[in-house]
């Protein structure tokens, strides 16, 4: 699935989204480990990226010759800031082919400016071309900017894990289930 969008940010700059290919393989896996340094919020620790850059280079392949499923990176002034996706929670199994999810992660520094508002925002447009009917993500309970951002989006919660991450300090992280229909 292909991607393509220019937005102008809160401080007057401009981001390219767009769909990632095998060429930004390596900036990917830099804003990965980056990302998920920088916050606890995410489902993985910097560490735990096993990827090579031929793994994220075949990864970003399939996704742009997908039809169903896509990651978007966020480029401001030609750095990769950030990325979302959607993916099929399992395609071969036709009673949940209807369901996909959807994650994102932006460089700290570049929180506020508006790029995770257009990230949700190409995910969801991707999602409902791709024929999707229910997008859906988990969020850290504490993280209330994101879940504000996803409920003004039209994301509502249905559920709740309270043991959904243990983390490295040995407490449990609440997660927000959420869902939104997009028929």
Not at 2 to 18: H, M, S
Not at 154 to 178: D, I, K, T, Y
Request: glycine share 8%; net charge negative; proline share 1%.
């Amino acid at each position: 699935m292909e991607y393509r969008e220019v937005i102008v940010l809160k401080d007057g700059r401009t981001c390219l989204l767009r769909n990632g290919t095998e060429v930004d393989a390596k900036a990917l896996l830099d804003i990965f480990v980056l990302t998920h340094g920088q916050t606890d919020h995410l489902l993985t620790y910097a560490d735990e990226c096993m990827m090579t850059v031929d793994d994220e280079a075949s990864y970003l392949r399939g996704k742009t010759e997908s039809s169903r499923e896509i990651e978007i990176i966020a480029l401001v002034d030609g750095t990769v800031v950030g990325s979302a996706g959607i993916e099929a929670l399992d395609a071969t199994k036709e009673k949940i082919r209807h369901r996909a999810e959807f994650g994102i992660s932006i460089d700290r520094a570049y929180w506020g400016l508006g790029i995770g508002r257009a990230l949700t925002r190409a995910c969801i447009a991707c999602a409902r071309k791709a024929g999707y009917r229910q997008l859906e993500l988990d969020v850290v309970a504490n993280n209330t900017a994101a879940i504000s951002l996803y409920q003004s989006e039209g994301f509502v919660e249905w559920g709740r894990n309270p043991r959904g991450f243990l983390a490295h300090e040995g407490c449990w992280q609440e997660l927000v289930l959420m869902r939104l229909e997009l028929d």
